[in-house]
Nanobody, 116 residues
């Protein structure tokens, strides 16, 4: 069974930083593009970022471009999201997902709260 386990969420003040991690297992991680998606009850799901299987290409939504950086370590089967200059509107449950656009597996999510 494909497993994706997010970690690194928490509460920060506006302008702060967090680094999310996603540990992948039970599939060949290096063969897949990976994505981060976030969800809030009031706003609904929102695609955040994606990275190609080899880590060469990165994609970002306009709302996070310039503030977030996606990366991966295929030797460790781990996906990352470095989140800088956080804003209250970044508050959400953050999921890693296998694939891009048509992601087939999602993790359980890690909560990020940005509040003063």
């Amino acid at each position: 069974e494909v497993q994706l386990v997010e970690s690194g969420g928490g509460m920060v003040h506006p302008g702060g930083s967090l680094r999310l991690s996603c540990a992948a297992s039970e599939f060949t991680f290096s063969n897949y593009d990976m994505s981060w998606v976030r969800q809030t009850p009031g706003k609904g799901p929102e695609w955040v970022s994606a990275i190609s299987s080899g880590g060469v290409r990165e994609y970002y939504s306009d709302s996070v471009k310039g503030r977030f950086t996606i990366s991966r370590d295929n030797a460790k089967d781990t996906l990352y999201l470095q989140m800088n200059s956080l804003k209250p509107e970044d508050t959400a449950l953050y999921y890693c997902a296998r694939g891009y656009v048509a992601a087939d597996y999602w993790g359980q999510g890690t909560q990020v709260t940005v509040s003063s």
